[in-house]
């Protein structure tokens, strides 16, 4: 008599068929396994807002017009009237580590570009939060109190809600 089953070819006569079925089922559940530490261990990066394009800060020297600004970096996040003009480009960079997992945040940054009252730039900023603090990446120094600080607050704030 032939056995109608035929899907394990190396299989013995004695008891063969069931132990070939088992051996289906570890691998299967190892292909899954595999599968789901493979997605675990693949994180997803996301860029939200500006995306500051290489070497543009280095575009922008002190003196140079807005219109240069708005040519270099584009058109900026919001705008500010603090003793002069001030462009704000803001961005966010988050991960998480699979799809069902909340967003973690990498980095924040407002790019700052401070005019004077002829509508040259005077200082160029590039704030992010170093040990919990507002930090000038460019300037290498921790924004102080006053009417700068008590405009980026809220928009680090504002950015630290998902």
């Not at 396994?33 to 500051?52: D, V």
């Not at 708005?70 to 001030?86: Q, R, Y």
């Not at 990446?137 to 504002?158: D, M, N, V, W």
Request: charged share 20%; glycine share 8%; proline share 4%.
């Amino acid at each position: 008599m032939i056995d109608k089953v035929q899907s394990c070819p190396n299989r013995s006569l004695s008891g063969g068929a069931s132990a070939c079925w088992r051996g289906l089922r570890v691998f299967a559940v190892a292909t899954v396994c595999l599968a789901l530490a493979s997605c675990w261990g693949m994180g997803e990066e996301f860029q939200k807002g500006y995306i500051l394009p290489p070497g543009a800060l280095e575009q922008i020297p002190i003196g140079a017009s807005q219109d240069q600004v708005l040519i270099v970096m584009g058109t900026p996040s919001t705008v500010a009237t603090l003793n002069g003009e001030v462009f704000y480009y803001i961005s966010q960079r988050t991960e998480r580590a699979a799809a069902f997992m909340p967003d973690k945040v990498i980095d924040q940054r407002v790019i700052a570009v401070y005019f004077d009252k002829n509508r040259q730039v005077r200082r160029l900023a590039n704030y992010g939060l170093k040990d919990g603090k507002i930090f000038d990446f460019i300037s290498r120094t921790t924004a102080t109190s006053g009417q700068e600080l008590s405009y980026l607050q809220p928009l680090f704030k504002l950015l630290s809600f998902n």
